[in-house]
């Protein structure tokens, strides 16, 4: 609705209220015709697959490893307080939570540098900078680390060379650095978005108004980059939940994350019930953790 | 212009450690990425070894059928998924942007942004189950890019969006007081307008079905392996240089995709200050 139109069907409505109805009746069907086939799409190949995650959750498996959607019990679910999974969900969900964090710690720093560069040539130049890594394959920028990690990689043989650390390929601290490496250009654009519509005029006038340096910060521009700081830990803290080619590729056996333990459970184990409940978990928690940030997560950064 | 962000940095000593502190992450960035680019052109069995400039990984590259094949598999999804999300995303975009109340809105404005933030696995599994319990199409390329266009509508959808939030809608008023009907103003005004938007979205969901690894290595049949799903299998299973050499030609795409997609928003003048609608 545009102001003309606004202006036009206010008219029609002092003239006759069934006119009015009709035309708003019409523009509503326009938006939803233009809608249609994205919504039509998504239901069959979104929201009708989502749902059948929880179906199968509650389903039965057959010896040869078929799921069964007959004896429906509840299993699966009982199964993710199983001590083993708990362990796993639990450095999961350390190891994103931990991820978010330093991923922030390094790219606001990172982000607020680039948006206060006065130039706007430099600005766009390290934007490019940017977006070169966050377009890049997520699976080379993980193999790229294999292959600094392993025996012979540059990484390991300067930790040999000072003492500091052997190799480090196939551990945790591995598939954490992949993490933070894989997800921080998620971190950086969203802050820098926030960083550089901001209205540094305000911090000048914050600052005339005598508050120190770091006070104008927490003050004025902490506040307002919060769009950015939400929107960049979300995408960093969803996905590393799920994690499963950083780990795969750089923690080997070892280091079992949620997104392995599912993936195991359609390739390897065959058991499709409970990888469908730990899917469906991970959904839940998802959902729960964006609708708290959402709500109160600005608030206490 | 240049006093735009005087008030941010006016310390000349926190100015320079945040300096040093952005090339350090930038070195952190890039030197893995050149690290793989530089050994793919060495000639040494050893994966991270130099032993002379050589080509050989190359060939070996382009001389392998599978991986060909899969390199195959990997554009056509990846066109036919863009194409069609492209539309699909344009639409939805639209009808969020310019139709302020309609039935089910505020649902499909919920529903677009879960594929963006939903995990790779979950969605790999739900589309898994969804196409071995109905039966429709077959595990395949059919089904491949069924799946990526149901992730790829959304990225089209919120770069569209973003760009049409910074568009004046007046100017469609103008086109209609000028008696354009409906069709001539979209495709005359708001079309142009929101171009750069839609070809940034269409790149980027190109750029999301060539990377893609989790979903389509779940949805995937016989022989329809993608490239990056193949590349995955040879890390996992083998240590090769002729991995190096695919990771250059991966890189080098993405960073054309990059490239294109900037001088696509820049073409068509600097966004309007008018309206700063979203966030």
Known sequence: MTLLDERKTAEEEAVSPKLERRARRRESWRGFFHAAPAYVYLTFFFVLPLLIIFVFSFASRSNTGKPLLENWNLDSWTRLVDPLVRTIAVRSLTMAIANTVLCLIIAYPFAYWIATRAKQRTRTLL???????????????????????DSDGYITQFGELTGLWGRMLFTQPAVFIGLVYGYLPFMVLPLYAALERMDWGLVEAGRDLYASGSKAFRKITLPLSKPGIIAGSILVFIPSLGAYVTPDILGGAKTNLLGNLIVTQFQ??????????????????MLVATMIYFRTGGRTI | MTTLHQGAATRPRLDRSLTIWGWLVFAFLYLPILIVVVFSFSGSESVGRWGGFSLRWYEQMFANEQLMNALENSIVVALISTAVATVLGTAAALSLDRYRRWIGRGAFDGLLYLPVIIPD???AVMLLLWFTSTDVVELGRGSITLAHIAFNISFVAIVVRARLAHMDPLMEDAAADLYANRWQAFRRVTLPLIMPGVLGGALLALTLSLDDVVITSFVQGPGSTTLPVYVF????????????AVSTLMIAVSMVLVLASLTFQNRTGRRTESKERNQ
Do not use: D, H, K, Q
């Open chain 1, 127 to 149: 934007l490019i900078a940017v977006l070169i890594p966050f377009w890049s394959n997520f699976l080379v920028r993980t193999y790229a680390w294999r292959m600094l990690l």
């Open chain 1, 268 to 285: 390897a184990a065959r058991n499709w019930p409970f990888g469908s409940a730990l899917s469906g978990a991970i959904l839940i928690v």
């Open chain 2, 121 to 123: 696995v979950t969605m």
């Open chain 2, 233 to 244: 299998g040879l890390i996992r299973r083998t240590v090769t240089p002729v991995i190096n």
